[in-house]
């Protein structure tokens, strides 16, 4: 599909950011090194990093492209990307480009174990992304290391960036929920209009005081 409006914004914090802390590394340190803890960055402006932003109920608009490849790799103890974002009928490639082995445990929504392969030194595995829900990855070689993938049955879903930034386009024209979501804060909703031609700005501020529903 082609035409139908944008839909753009930031997600900011309402808080207290602090200094960048580093998770505990109990095991091959002289692979890993210092391992910077993810699960809460906050740039420029309060700008929060690794947020999710999707279009909930849309039911038309483009296609997903299906087969569609992601790639989550295995880069000094951590995953990269720690957080990205799929639709259903694609397919996560999990790799490993550290010398020593790691896993990729992913649990599904409900915490159920949905998939657990082993990865030695250069090895990769793909897996189909046949459910949405926000899946979270975690490997049992070293415990610290985690990420999510979320996946949803169209393709208007987006990560921030750096800066808390997020940009759906070719969004039909209608009335929708849009959901922010984030690992260590919940989710936040609101309702918007899309306009063909137009941009909607729709920004979020999450608070560590929420306290809403995941």
Known sequence: MKGGGKVGGFVRYDGK??????LQVTKNREVCGKVADESL????GQGLRYAVVTLEGIGKG?????????ELDNVKCRFVPHVQTASVGQFLLVKNTDPILHTAHAYTP?????FNVGLYPGRASRKPL???GVFKILCEVHPWMSAYVVVSEHPYHAVTDAYGEYQLTDVPAGRYRLRAWHEKLG??????EVKTGAVTKADF?????QGVKR
């Open 17 to 22: 950011a602090g200094k960048a802390d580093y």
């Open 41 to 44: 960055v906050v740039g420029v």
């Open 62 to 70: 483009k296609a997903v492209e299906r087969e569609a490849v992601h």
């Open 110 to 114: 409900e915490g159920q174990p949905h």
């Open 130 to 132: 046949a459910k949405a």
């Open 187 to 192: 989710v936040k909703e609101q309702e918007i």
């Open 205 to 209: 501020v999450v608070s560590p005081r």
